[in-house]
């Protein structure tokens, strides 16, 4: 099969298109057609720079969420037969172990292995593209937004990055929860997209003093929950100062540096909370997928590429240049 091999770390060009042996199904695993994977600033991007914060071993092949067809099933599988469409979590940058084969590969390839527990059911009339998006993404949105913030309806929810991939989620899912959701982002662009998910409102924390306008936004009253997921310091410290009493912040992002500062006079004198993960239960999954299903959340999706494109997808990715997620469809010539 043909797959992205990165043999050593450094810049998007060490992702090599390899003709590799198709992998097979160990116990616990199945094997999928790969039709989607997207390309994450993180788990794929920094990971392939030798910037992520665990241990990587080389040479491996980047693609942390593959959607697609199974087309083999391994020993001790019960619940997926050939033929089943499915999302799945892989085990690049570290996010999960291994399976039992012990196998680490990703899903910038033509077929990937996966363990069953971590693999989901597409509902029906779902696309692949779609699904690789919500799946990466919205559940997070769920675990931080309901279960660490445990947002409440009517409560002021601002929305860092609005227009990235969990951003636009967060928007989405805040809507959900019954929030009244500020969507913040760098540019007037990327603010409306955040308006078009259903954002209440919208602002550029690019131009001006932007947390007054926050403030006023808010009646004067300020933010109950940040979705914060950048981590630059000066973003990290508006976002902070402009919330409410008791209010939460969430954050699982550091593409802005991830070392910022903290008014502990804040955090105590209002009664503040600090909190992160990126774990998510499986079950969010698969309503994740049904959401995307019935239409309440939809994937903000840039461009598909061929996987010969991996490289050039990296680099759109670095550049910050696109509206929504890049993917890689391994079936495109």
């Not at 090599?16 to 199945?30: F, H, K, L, N, Y």
């Not at 363990?115 to 919500?134: K, M, N, Q, Y």
Request: hydrophobic share 40%; net charge neutral; glycine share 14%.
């Amino acid at each position: 099969m043909r797959a992205a091999v990165v043999r050593e770390f450094g810049p998007p060009s060490v992702l090599q298109i390899e003709d590799v042996p198709t992998p097979r199904p160990g116990r616990g695993e199945v094997l999928i057609e790969v039709h989607s994977v997207s390309v994450n600033r993180t788990l794929d991007c920094a990971v392939r720079a030798g910037r992520y914060s665990r241990p990587i071993s080389l040479p491996f092949t980047p693609g942390a969420d593959p959607a697609g067809v199974v087309v083999e099933v391994g020993s001790g599988v019960a619940g997926f037969s050939p033929g089943d469409r499915v999302a799945a979590k892989l085990n690049v940058g570290g996010e999960v172990g291994p399976g039992e084969s012990g196998r680490v590969g990703g899903g910038y390839a033509q077929y990937a292995c996966a363990e069953a527990r971590l693999t989901t059911l597409v509902p029906t009339g779902l696309d692949f593209p779609s699904a690789t998006v919500v799946s990466r993404h919205t559940p997070l949105a769920l675990t931080l937004l309901r279960d660490r913030a445990r947002l409440q309806p009517g409560e002021w929810v601002l929305v860092m990055g609005a227009a990235g991939g969990l951003g636009s989620a967060g928007v989405q899912v805040a809507k959900y929860l019954g929030g009244r959701v500020i969507a913040a982002a760098g540019s007037g662009d990327r603010v409306q997209l955040g308006r078009d998910l259903g954002a209440d409102a919208g602002l550029n924390y690019r131009t001006g003093d932007w947390v007054p306008a926050l403030t006023e936004i808010t009646g004067g009253r300020g933010v109950d929950v940040v979705f914060e997921n950048i981590g630059e310091p000066a973003l990290f410290s508006g976002a902070f100062a402009a919330m409410a009493r008791n209010g939460r912040l969430v954050t699982v992002g550091t593409h802005g540096g991830g070392t910022v500062p903290l008014d502990l006079t804040q955090l105590y004198q209002k009664g503040l909370t600090v909190t992160g993960t990126t774990k998510v239960h499986p079950d969010d999954i698969a309503q994740s997928l049904a959401m995307a299903a019935e239409g309440t959340v939809r994937a903000v999706i840039d461009r598909i590429l061929p996987l010969s494109e991996a490289a050039y997808a990296h680099e759109l990715v670095e550049s910050r240049a696109g509206l929504g997620k890049v993917l890689l469809d391994p079936t495109r010539a």
